[in-house]
């Protein structure tokens, strides 16, 4: 269990107070417009900002100021956070083994991951000359190889056609519940979250809406929610 408490960050003139619980096995959809808070909210779980006030509770030990390695957090971000030097291989693979060892149960492995995001290239070609579609593939990848006790997911599959952002819901589906991963997805494609969870934090001018989650029938009544759907 996660639990986030009056939890504060301020940049500038913007400041963010968030306040939710959330379980071992939920898979909830982060709604909100573009700087609402959504990619803040991911970088203070995940360790890459520091809050100014509050504490992130998982499983009742305090994690408010670990470093990112030392959470069990995995995170892809909307510009993929691949190493464009490094081939195929070498970005997946470096999920699990910071060594890149080119060896048969790795790249095993990687083949297997490959197929579950519809990537079927050359393992060893170099990143930087995919496409961003293939880009993003690849970051998704390495995130799902992680297994990490929670995953964020930061508008993971904006860039990928409608078909394909299917079949990785799904899969992001049946590995968060079949490995008890708590998974939050950030997205401005409702209807697409709605095909994997009916719960939902939504951020509203940087503070989450009655600070729980709520089914996507209670957002109906709410009135920012409205203005937001507009």
Known sequence: MIKVKKLKYRFE??????NFDLNSTDIVGVLGKSGSGKSTLFNLLAGFLNPNEGSIFFNKNDITFLKPPERNISILFQDHNNFNHLSIFENIILGIDPDMKQTQNNFKIVKD????VSL???LQKKVSDLSGGEQQRVSIARCLLRKKSILLLDEPFNSLDPGLRKTLYEDVKNMSLTNQIMTLISSHLIEELKTVTDKFLFINKGKIVENKILSYNQLLKNKYFKEYLQ
Not at 13 to 18: A, Q
Not at 113 to 116: D, H, Q, S, T, V
Request: no cysteine.
């Open 120 to 122: 079927n290239i050359d």
């Open 113 to 116: 991951i490959m197929k579950k």
């Open 13 to 18: 003139s913007t400041s963010f107070e968030f």
